[in-house]
């Protein structure tokens, strides 16, 4: 349990900061699954777009290691190239 003020500021903020996080890590894995279960290259095309800008952001905003989203961008790519 937190002894000083700040402590406990710093508690409130990382229980909101870790919901935020939270919610835009799901984000990540949901749009990377849907080109993963896409069957048709237009559409798994369309949402790799969405999914590489959204890697992006959370790379830029610290939320996920910018090597983690070159590598997924990197295998969703190859994966949407070899689809028929």
Do not use: C, F, P, Y
């Given at each position: 349990?937190?002894?000083h003020?700040?402590a ?8 909101r900061r870790?919901?935020r996080n ?9 749009a990377v699954k ?7 290259k ?15 952001k ?8 910018k090597n983690?989203?070159?590598n997924?961008k ?6 949407v190239n070899?689809?028929?």
């Amino acid at each position: 349990m937190a002894q000083h003020k700040s402590a406990e500021k710093r508690a409130r903020v990382e229980a909101r900061r870790a919901t935020r996080n939270g919610h835009s890590r799901s984000r990540m894995r949901t749009a990377v699954k849907q080109i993963r279960t896409s069957t048709d290259k237009a559409k798994a095309a369309e949402d790799l777009k969405k999914a590489t800008k959204l890697l992006d952001k959370l790379a830029a905003k610290g939320i996920i290691h910018k090597n983690k989203a070159a590598n997924l961008k990197s295998r969703l790519t190859k994966l949407v190239n070899n689809l028929k």
